[in-house]
């Protein structure tokens, strides 16, 4: 399992943290959480998916620990709505959009999270997820716009 997705996960954590030691460390922790709960894998989806979820998760919590800001620069309009960058800039609606995003049912969030910050094309989403690319876009774009509209309601409470 290490040798078959170790790059995969890795660059996965990588497109998040643009840190390769940080990468390095993470997926190594990531496998070595994995290999703990590999009888929790029930098979029911691709083992790349649950890998990233733990690879995701273990990042995650290495950011809040550290309080790191992940680089917005890096993440590029082309795979986001000018609406969600512009919220991610903005420190205190980046974790409003991340509390927002913790709390979205799969696989919305995690196809978001794939397409977003593990920068993974519709097509090998939909093949981790054992569906179509289109399902993999689709998906995508009710999780964006469930966040827009979240982050709407939030800024008209601020008003």
Known sequence: MYQKYFKEVYLFIKSLSHDESIAEEMTQDTFFKALKAIE??????DIRAWLFTIARNTYFSHYKRNKRQIDIDSLGESCMGVQIVNHLMNEEDAFIVHQFLHSMTDPYKEVFSLRTFGE????KIG?????????????????????????EEKNDERD
């Open 40 to 45: 929790k894998f029930d098979g029911s989806r």
């Open 120 to 123: 993974l094309s519709f097509e």
């Open 127 to 151: 093949r981790l997820f054992g569906k179509s690319a289109g399902w993999a876009r689709v998906t995508y774009y009710r999780a964006r716009k469930q966040i827009i509209e979240y982050m």
